[in-house]
């Protein structure tokens, strides 16, 4: 599934929203491009959504938003909720 949501994004140019409870799922999407050439992911060192765009997260409490920012601040967050998260 994964690979199919970064495809779409990267090649077809579609906005990608990801709801999950899964960080590692976040991770890939986050960190992950398409490489039309060999018809498969590859990682994309810059954090970016394969066209530049960086990624932002947003963590949900209670359908109250919590966090909102990219991932270095999701991983330096103080919210003892957000460090449940991601820890």
Same mark, same amino acid.
């Given at each position: 599934?994964?690979?199919?949501?970064?495809?779409? $994004?990267?090649?077809?140019?579609v906005s990608a929203? &990801?709801?999950?409870?899964?960080?590692?799922?976040?991770? !890939? %999407?986050?960190?992950?491009?398409?490489?039309?050439?060999?018809? $498969?992911?590859?990682?994309?060192?810059?954090?970016? &959504?394969?066209?530049?765009?960086?990624?932002?997260?947003? !963590? %949900?409490?209670?359908?109250?938003?919590?966090?909102?920012?990219?991932?270095?601040?999701?991983f330096a967050a103080?919210?003892?909720?957000?460090?449940?998260?991601?820890?």
């Amino acid at each position: 599934i994964m690979e199919l949501v970064v495809k779409l $994004r990267d090649v077809q140019r579609v906005s990608a929203l &990801l709801v999950t409870h899964r960080l590692q799922d976040a991770h !890939v %999407l986050g960190h992950s491009r398409f490489n039309p050439d060999t018809g $498969r992911l590859e990682r994309d060192q810059a954090g970016s &959504l394969g066209n530049g765009a960086p990624t932002s997260f947003l !963590v %949900l409490r209670e359908g109250a938003v919590v966090f909102e920012g990219g991932e270095r601040e999701l991983f330096a967050a103080r919210d003892s909720y957000v460090r449940k998260f991601v820890e």
